[in-house]
């Protein structure tokens, strides 16, 4: 009779445990979707830009070199592992006027 009341006791203790681990939940799952709406209600700003990137490639004012390569290969775009290094000029027309300069690998 004893062994039956301990376990009738540990049980009840379980089931406490797991009723207020099962109360938690709905709490979190209301705050979730409460935090999803709120998200979805903000209107993001559309802003539209047309930037001009001017890349020379050879003479006397290349902003576009080579840096790395397979060797014994030609070092040109259409090969892999060719990485280059630019310093190209960013406008907002297709004028020399300059904005400012991308640098890239």
């Given amino acids: 009779m004893l062994e039956m009341s301990k376990i009738l ?3 009840s203790e379980w089931h406490q445990n797991q009723l207020q681990h099962l109360t938690k939940f709905p709490c979190l ?11 979805y209600n903000y209107q993001f700003i559309e802003t539209n830009m047309t930037l ?6 050879d003479g006397p004012n290349a902003t576009m070199v080579a840096l790395t390569g397979i ?3 030609a070092w040109i775009f259409n090969n892999f592992g060719t ?6 000029r960013i406008t907002q027309k297709p004028d020399k006027n300059l904005l400012d300069n991308l640098h890239c690998i």
Avoid: E, W
């Fill in 9 to 11: 006791s540990t049980t």
């Fill in 29 to 39: 799952f209301l705050l979730a979707i409460f935090a999803s709406t709120q998200a």
């Fill in 52 to 57: 001009y990137f001017h890349d020379y490639y």
């Fill in 71 to 73: 060797p014994g290969k």
């Fill in 83 to 88: 990485t280059y290094v630019a310093d190209a």
